[in-house]
């Protein structure tokens, strides 16, 4: 059966705020390090601060959070039931179990999608009656109307009512709530559009120039590589630790060819940011997709193996699969089959695996 697509985080733009919250125990804020995309050094932080008191509710709520980000989606369900059971009273407890749901309905059968989008919209409910302008509960709503069939209560018109709401609650999130439904419509244009005025609502934040910069880079039907260049070198001025600007540069490079510039690129970003390798797996992406340079992709799909991948970046069974691809073009048929079975061991759920290894070894 298919599964029941109500996913709030698909394609380039990732509509999740980050709720205020106290600072960690090391001082850096587990919002802030989850914003910049250290999602390693934010679940660090939370279990420390869980660790001196397991019934931290805010603790509960960062790690359901972190879970999600790292593919741990029951975990996360887990983790934001007990942060709204040791608080009932937060808004944003009840939002971040809501986005939970939503994103298990995502991955779930067709039945248990319905379940747990039932219990989203409880949620929903419980969290906009504590505070009716929650911004991330507001986009976990307004994605569910966009998604969801009309029969469990889709409704596209809703969900533009609903953009129009974060816009007056918050600008910069309600240009990038116009983005996200413009882009599930296809409209460039629009887009575009509404990404550059998140852009000037807010020239300081990074995820709204980021969001620019890949839509030039990815998202766009006709690629513009010199504004995605433009705009990535933008953000990585607001925030050099964050490895998302650094990989639409890899992007770009390695799209154009420009290899000494790509080369450069990847040492700075890691220099930068050395706990998200992101930007090796993204080179390795486009040279094995434009054919350009197999030697060097995989060289950097090697090194993106080296380490632990950061949350809501590709894994490891993702990184093997892709360098089993890259065996296959070469004709390295031994090498592609090993990369598959390792990457089914990671996850014996990622069928992309599964359905090439199958094919190998009958062909």
């Not at 359901?64 to 983790?79: A, T, V």
């Not at 309905?105 to 409910?125: C, F, N, P, Q």
């Not at 709204?208 to 705009?231: M, N």
């Not at 060819?257 to 930007?279: I, K």
Request: charged letters at 25%; one cysteine or more; a negative charge.
């Amino acid at each position: 059966m298919g599964s029941f697509r109500i996913c709030i985080a698909a394609g380039f733009l990732c509509l999740c705020a980050a709720a205020t919250s106290l600072p960690a125990p090391n001082n850096e804020s587990v919002d802030a390090l989850i914003e910049s995309g250290h999602w390693k050094r934010a679940r660090q932080a939370a279990e420390v601060r869980l660790k001196a008191n397991p019934n931290d509710a805010q603790a509960h709520a960062w790690l359901s959070k972190i879970k999600s980000g790292f593919g741990d989606l029951e975990g996360s369900i887990d983790e934001a039931e007990r942060a709204v059971a040791l608080n009932p009273n937060s808004a944003a407890f009840h939002g971040q179990l809501a986005e939970a749901c939503a994103l298990m309905a995502d991955r779930s059968s067709v039945l248990k999608g319905l379940l747990y989008a039932r219990r989203m919209k409880k949620e929903i409910s419980a969290a906009l009656a504590l505070d009716p302008n929650h911004v991330d509960t507001l986009l976990v709503e307004m994605m569910y109307a966009w998604k969801a069939p009309a029969m469990a209560g889709g409704d596209r018109d809703r969900a533009w009512q609903i953009a129009a709401h974060i816009g007056r609650v918050s600008p910069v999130w309600g240009y990038l709530a116009r983005a996200r439904l413009a882009q599930e419509e296809g409209n460039d244009k629009e887009v575009e559009t509404a990404l550059r005025k998140a852009v000037e609502a807010d020239p300081s934040f990074y995820r709204a120039r980021l969001a620019l910069a890949r839509f030039y880079c990815c998202s766009a039907q006709q690629k513009r590589y010199a504004l995605a260049e433009q705009v990535a070198r933008e953000a990585i001025t607001l925030d050099p630790s964050n490895a998302g600007g650094w990989e639409i540069l890899a992007r770009v490079y390695a799209a154009q060819g420009r290899g000494a510039e790509l080369n450069d690129a990847l040492a700075r970003a890691e220099s930068a940011a050395p706990d998200d390798l992101t930007p090796y797996y993204a080179a390795a992406s486009v040279l094995f997709e434009t054919g350009r340079d197999f030697a060097h992709a995989e060289q950097y799909l090697w090194r993106y193996l080296g380490q632990q991948v950061e949350g809501r970046e590709p894994s490891y069974a993702e990184a093997c699969w892709l360098l089993a691809e890259l065996f296959e073009h070469e004709g390295r048929k031994s090498d592609a089959v090993r990369e598959l079975r390792a990457a089914i061991h990671l996850d014996p759920s990622f069928e992309p695996a599964r359905r090439d290894l199958y094919r190998l070894r009958h062909s």
